[in-house]
């Protein structure tokens, strides 16, 4: 096992968030979080990278407890988060804003640049110049810099066009085939049917329904969840 959450509780100050919540991701499993706005899917992908204040529970990566290590010390030992607000610098440019992020390992700026060709065609060009879809693959291509060992992907489709979400969804599934556990969180069911393997989907900071992508896409309650 990659990583187990086990009985997660986390918030804000006084305002609790999740409420128990356990998941699972398996070695070179993709695993979605599903829920609509504010059903916690951010909050739990925080609370795993250590940044919203965790309340109860535990959080497992390869065997180490990480419940209790600052976020620093969870990318150290393996953890890689995308964040849904994409933070790339802008007045760097896309080559230098992935060369600062790079950590020894097998990720160089050469292997990024094969499975993202498109990068290296705007290498020299500012981080502040890229459209939604650039800077979201700026992004992801920074975290694998820093040679994580697991993803954490929020929300890697928000806002772009179905033609980048393609790409995004090879990239993704590029990544499975190098054997590379993710787990993201998501509100495209077709992306996420697409390449997850597993989901889970939360309702107010808590896991409603799991299993298979695939089942539980035919599933009445599970559209009911999503559903607006
Ligand atoms: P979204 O797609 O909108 O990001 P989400 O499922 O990721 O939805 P969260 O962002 O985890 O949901 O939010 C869960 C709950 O936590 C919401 O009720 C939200 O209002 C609350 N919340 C989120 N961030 C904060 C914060 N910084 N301070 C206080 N409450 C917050």
Same mark, same amino acid.
């Given at each position: 096992?990659?990583?187990?959450?086990?009985?997660?509780?986390?918030?804000?100050?006084?305002?609790?968030?999740?409420?128990?919540?356990?998941?699972?991701?398996?070695?070179?499993?993709?695993?979605a979080?599903?829920?609509?706005?504010?059903?916690?899917?951010?909050?739990?992908?925080?609370?795993?990278?250590?940044?919203?204040?965790?309340?109860?529970?535990?959080?497992?990566?390869?065997? +180490?407890?990480?419940?209790?290590?600052?976020?620093?010390?969870?990318?150290?030992?393996?953890?890689?988060?995308?964040?849904?607000?994409?933070?790339?610098?802008?007045?760097?440019?896309?080559?230098?804003?992935?060369?600062?992020?790079?950590?020894?390992?097998?990720?160089?700026?050469?292997?990024?640049?094969?499975?993202?060709?498109?990068?290296?065609?705007?290498?020299?060009?500012?981080?502040?110049?890229?459209?939604?879809?650039?800077?979201?693959?700026?992004?992801?291509?920074? +975290?694998?810099?820093?040679?994580?060992?697991?993803?954490?992907?929020?929300?890697? +489709?928000?806002?772009?066009?179905?033609?980048?979400?393609?790409?995004?969804?090879?990239?993704?599934?590029?990544?499975?085939?190098?054997?590379?556990?993710?787990?993201?969180?998501e509100?495209?069911?077709?992306f996420t049917g697409?390449?997850a393997?597993?989901?889970?989907?939360?309702? +107010?900071?808590?896991?409603?329904?799991?299993?298979?992508?695939?089942?539980?896409?035919?599933?009445?309650?599970?559209?009911?969840?999503?559903?607006?």
């Amino acid at each position: 096992m990659s990583l187990q959450v086990l009985q997660l509780q986390a918030g804000y100050g006084d305002i609790p968030v999740l409420h128990g919540v356990s998941l699972e991701v398996g070695e070179g499993e993709v695993v979605a979080l599903l829920g609509r706005n504010g059903a916690g899917k951010t909050t739990t992908i925080k609370a795993i990278m250590g940044l919203v204040q965790i309340r109860g529970g535990r959080i497992v990566y390869r065997g +180490t407890d990480l419940t209790r290590l600052p976020s620093f010390r969870r990318a150290q030992l393996g953890l890689g988060y995308v964040p849904d607000d994409r933070r790339i610098f802008p007045e760097l440019t896309v080559r230098e804003n992935l060369l600062i992020a790079h950590r020894p390992g097998p990720w160089t700026l050469e292997r990024v640049y094969q499975l993202l060709p498109r990068l290296r065609e705007i290498e020299n060009r500012r981080g502040g110049l890229l459209s939604g879809g650039e800077q979201q693959m700026l992004t992801i291509a920074r +975290t694998l810099m820093a040679n994580p060992r697991l993803l954490l992907l929020d929300e890697p +489709t928000e806002g772009l066009a179905p033609l980048i979400v393609e790409e995004i969804a090879r990239l993704v599934e590029a990544l499975k085939g190098e054997g590379m556990p993710v787990l993201l969180a998501e509100q495209n069911l077709r992306f996420t049917g697409r390449v997850a393997d597993r989901g889970y989907v939360l309702e +107010t900071g808590e896991v409603r329904v799991e299993g298979n992508m695939q089942e539980l896409l035919r599933k009445d309650e599970v559209v009911a969840l999503l559903s607006l």
